[in-house]
């Protein structure tokens, strides 16, 4: 991961401003931004899954998402280069349910149709409604996607 990346990925952490989840997002692209043989992908979850996860949950609650992702522009450019594809995806789609589908589409393709679109988007819904924090929704919902894969 290159310095810069790492310097600002530090200073985020520590920036009451940014919900844990969106620090979660920014060190998952800046990972995977610095590596062009796509080494860092032996550490994490197959791309094909995650990319859509955390679009599906950002989605859940765009508008504050986006206010966070504004500020990071803002206070850590570098940072945001390596997000800022999902920042401009998630802006540009005001109907949020085309991108839900897309995403929902990507994830029943990764697990080889084992779970339809309609139960991603049930259980995405259900658990950012139960968790205020969108990170503790990631954990249950990556112990359900692995009913599915393994």
């Known amino acids: 991961m290159k310095e810069s990346f790492t310097t600002e ?3 985020l952490y520590d ?42 949950f950002l989605l859940q609650r765009r508008e504050t998402m986006l206010d966070e992702l504004s500020y990071i522009r803002k206070k850590y450019p570098h940072l945001f280069s390596s ?7 998630i802006l540009i789609n005001m109907d949020v349910r085309i991108l839900e589908s897309k995403c929902e589409s990507r994830l029943v393709k990764a697990l080889e149709n084992k779970v339809t679109s309609e139960e991603i988007y049930q259980k995405v819904e259900n658990l950012c409604l139960s968790y205020d924090d969108l990170c503790e929704a990631l954990d249950p919902f990556y112990s359900w996607l692995h009913t599915f894969y393994s």
């Open 9 to 11: 990925l530090q200073k």
């Open 15 to 56: 920036d009451s401003h940014v919900s844990p989840f969106i620090q979660e997002l920014c060190e998952y692209y800046a990972s995977g931004y610095g590596y062009e043989d796509g080494s860092y992908q032996d550490e994490i979850e197959p791309r094909e899954i995650v990319e859509p996860v955390y679009t599906l």
């Open 83 to 89: 997000i800022e594809q999902l920042y401009e995806d």
